[in-house]
């Protein structure tokens, strides 16, 4: 069954994902996956910052070619991979940690997905967005220039 998902590009403020990144307690050499990953943003900060390979797969092809500028532009072209394509089409890659920022009705849809094909032990954070029939490990809630962030890690058993 193939799914198109229509998601607007909003992107997560740069702490919300040091902070989403630092939840999941991401480590060097781990391989994190941005499902969605719009401008590239969680991909350089995962690359850049916590030495983590990072995967990012996102459907709108300008912003996938946004994305992999990006990661050259700030010098990560060797631990980043930008997919142009369909997550829901796409396997899912052995990733230590799963990033989405995604709506509760996507979340919901791609649930069976990540149970199916994200490995055991797989931690998922979820930005403002909860994955419905899962009980998260943690919910945080994030002020950053006076927004409040939801952030949920699940970790898949």
């Not at 940690?97 to 849809?109: A, C, G, K, P, Q």
């Not at 998922?124 to 994955?131: L, N, Q």
Request: aromatic fraction near 8%; proline fraction near 6%; charged fraction near 25%.
């Amino acid at each position: 069954m193939s799914y198109y998902v229509s998601v607007p590009f909003v992107p997560t403020p740069v702490e919300v994902i040091r902070e989403m990144l630092k939840l999941a307690n991401l480590k060097p050499g781990e391989l994190l996956v941005d499902l969605g990953c719009g401008d590239g943003r969680v991909l350089v900060v995962a690359a850049k910052e916590f030495g983590a390979r990072a995967v990012g797969i996102e459907i709108r092809s300008d912003l996938a070619s946004k994305a992999a500028h990006n990661a050259i532009r700030e010098g990560v072209r060797d631990r980043v991979l930008v997919i142009n394509g369909n997550f829901f089409e796409l396997r899912i890659p052995p990733a230590d940690v799963i990033f989405m920022y995604l709506l509760t009705s996507v979340n919901e849809r791609l649930r069976p997905k990540l149970e199916k094909e994200a490995k055991p032990g797989a931690r998922i954070v979820s930005h403002d967005f909860e994955i419905v029939g899962w009980k998260p490990k943690l919910v945080e809630n994030f002020q950053d220039g006076g927004r409040s962030h939801k952030l949920y890690l699940y970790v898949k058993e």
